[in-house]
């Protein structure tokens, strides 16, 4: 085996040579972008000494997936993020061919961080847990590492596939639930705990999925809002049902009881997390203040778009506070974006039968909120990242209670799947539109972040035209941030 050891050194060294790609000014101005090279889902999103910190998967040579490394920022807000050096790069035997996705955990004045360590040769492939502890900085990977191994699972589960640990710790004893393969070929989630973080015993399997929401998991979280808990899950392979689960790499919460005795998770109802076109691998933390943000990698491994201009792959999501409110799931983008805001608009306008525009409605980094009402609408298009040439378009058709993203005239370069379609019913016939667009990515937040659609569209930058077209009529009321 080639010598590994300076993995971390090397990549640390090769992204301070490449820093000068960072001030890309194509970069969005909200978003966590990939410094150089190539980012995957957010890891280890968590709060240590008052600041948040949220890792991802990167690959600091290339701006295509390869030997995984961990991305390092942090940030007092969630939405300007400082860049740390590379966290964890694959540089022990049980690692050597990728340090895969994980989380972390404040404990005790120290960073916790747990990971899948990944070897894979001719003759075997194997995913198993490891931990390293640090300082916000540094990060060292402990000798007893791999501290997981597939021989705990139970007879017949998946030692190839096994991977991205969730770590937390209640009553003194730290869990992980980790997403493995069962003898079936499909998902299932195994608990684990320790006292020391050193030794692990298994648990239980918490839940299978037994081929019915696709088949391997991947990047389970489990926490619990209002009275209930929530499993969220990145399945593979879904079958799409109606308007669910298309895109080919999904995302689900699952809301049900956990049961702490049994180590059993009972479920209630499985939903759609996001409805858009790229979204993936979300995962949450807790704020000091007591809310339960998610972030999401905004791209789609199956429907994947890159610009072939740029010389870095990949954006997470705005962070999403999440509530739990008479059985609804409600995503909103974090509130501090509110601070952001340079130039804000509003206007109130009674249309009918026509397109609208306003000479002061543009832009590509904006949060635009929408409200109207419709009594008499048959139909209701935001056109953004628009110029002659392209656009993107949200559309909700009234009779059928149909919400619709749509960038089929976006300017991609690739015959992919290009529009996502969710049932919206209104209340009181009130309809609400949150479209965040931060350069490449949007954001859409329905009806107070019922629904979400996340997409990317990497549409000529200079196209930032925005209007509004309507059949049957409404009062339109638009408020547009400008960030
Ligand atoms: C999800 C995933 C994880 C894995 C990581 C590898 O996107 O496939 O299951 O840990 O990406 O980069």
Redesign the pocket.
Known sequence: MENIENNLKKAREYEERNRHIINDERKPLLHLTSPIGWI??PNGFSTFKGEYHLFC?YHVYDKI?GP?HWAHFKSKDMLKWEHLPVALAPDKEYDSF?C??GTAIEDNGKHILMY?GVIKDEEKERQTQCIAIGDGLNYEKIEQNPVIKGDMLPKGSSLVDF??PKIFKEDNIYYSIV?NRADDGSGQIALFSSEDLKKWEFKNIILKCNNELGRMW??PDLFKLDDKYFLVL?PQEVEPQGFEYHGGNCNVFIVGNYDKEKFIFNKEKVEALDYGLDF??PQTTLTEDGRRVLVG?VQS?ENHITLKELSWSGIMSIPRELEYKNDRLYQVPIREIKNYYKNSISLEKFINNESFEDERLFSRTFDLNINLDTDNLEEFTINFAKNAKYNSKFIYKCKEELAIFDRNNAGIRKDCLNERKVKLALVNNKLNVRIIVDKYTVEIFLNDGYKTMTSLIYTDINANQISFDVKGSTNLSIEQNIF
Do not use: K
């Open positions: 995957n889902d998967q997936w995984m990728g895969f996705s899948t991977r991205d997403a991947e990047c990145s993936y691998a990698w491994w």
